[in-house]
């Protein structure tokens, strides 16, 4: 057999991977952005909006325990293709959600089939990427939800216009064909992978050390779980999950925080943030995959919570925007190291439940970040929001030093 090409990162696999989440994502945004609005117009209160993501987050929390134990059991590619076909064809049901009840239950599906199709993605990914590339190529990957938050949102508001009904159906026909568009390119995906391998699955090691890991040969006892994932998976979740809880702040309150202060069009904000994060998700993997994880993800944490320091005390759209470049450099460069952290600590036949484990702290951070800033916000105001943000982003720092950073290491 021909020794496998263990440094090559930009693989048909790994490019065909990236343009299905990339497609998803883009159908995510439109939705998530706009859906808000539709229910409100369907239901005549503003309760509903945010309902939509919160009953969302939570229905995709709920699978990915689940879908993590599928996808390493049954394989990554069967999963991805049910995954993004029940994702595209809940897509079109929002055409037949004229009543909240109907809109409710519609999205609580949607979000089962996001689950399973980001967590099955995930691990794809993870299982093509070369190991000693580990960071950078997660980095690369990770682009896909740059330049969507970026754009979509966009497109979507453009789309439905004054926000007649008519519009919002045209919307969810685009999301639906995206999507299906996603599942075709699925469908070219050669590589395929059971997490349950065991020696008599893989006639070589070389083989088996390119695909699944070194360790893999010395090992047949898999470690024990906790709700479904590994003990080794839990602090960088946390750290993962408390980083998105402020975030969430950012997400969901800044640009209320913008109007308050009568800051002007905080738009230009997210534009910048994203090219933080664009240039932090192109280089940065490089110097953890080199140099090791403490390198790029103890700054990255401290610009973090100097970001959040400052946002509470600025009235200036010029502070703003020099505080979003380098926010969005340091969540480039926290996520996917430490994303790194969490397939590297688990099981080489786990990665779909180490997967699960990352998308599930985000789901964690995002929706309750929202729910808890909410009622801090309601009571206490929104600089107190992005205080209390700073707070989770330091004991984030806290677990990462003195929980992880000792496993400093390159990958």
Known sequence: ??????????????????????????????????????????????????????????????????????????????????????????????????????LIFTRILHG???????????????????????????????????ITTAIAPGIAFFIIGDG??????????????????????????????????????????EYRNAIIGDDVANTQTLPKTILGFEYAAFLPAAVIMLVYFGYSTIMSFLALYALEEKIGNIGSFFTVMAFGLLFSRTFMGKVA?????????????????????????????????LVAGPLGLAMGSVVPAVNVLIINRCSPQRRGTATAAYFSAIDIGLGFGSIFSGIIATYFGYASVFLGALILILIALLIFVFGLAKMDKVY
């Open 164 to 205: 007649q009904i008519e519009k919002f159906r045209m919307l969810f026909i685009i999301s639906a064909g995206i999507s299906l568009i996603s599942m075709i390119f699925a469908c070219f995906i050669k590589y395929e992978c059971k997490g349950n391998l065991n020696h008599d699955d893989i006639t070589t090691n």
């Open 1 to 102: 057999m021909n020794q496998i090409n263990r440094s090559k990162l930009w693989t048909s696999d790994f490019i065909l991977i990236i343009i299905v989440s990339t497609g998803i994502s883009f159908s995510n945004y439109f939705l998530m952005t706009t859906l808000p609005i539709y229910a409100q117009e369907i239901s005549g209160s503003v309760a509903y909006s945010g309902f939509m993501t919160g009953v969302y987050a939570l229905a995709a929390l709920t699978v990915r325990p689940i879908s993590g134990k599928i996808i390493d059991k049954y394989g990554r590619k069967k999963a991805l293709l049910f995954g993004t076909f029940l994702y595209s064809l809940i897509c079109l049901f929002y055409n037949f959600s004229a009543v909240i009840g109907l």
């Open 112 to 146: 089962i089939g996001f689950g399973i199709q980001t967590t099955a993605g995930g691990a794809v990914a993870a299982d093509v990427i070369p190991k000693a590339r580990m960071t950078e190529g997660i980095g690369y990957f990770g682009l896909y939800t740059t």
């Open 289 to 321: 995959d080199n140099y090791g994880p403490n390198k790029v993800v103890i700054p990255g944490i401290i610009i973090l919570a100097s970001c959040f320091g400052i946002i509470p005390l600025t009235h200036s759209l010029f502070v703003l925007l």
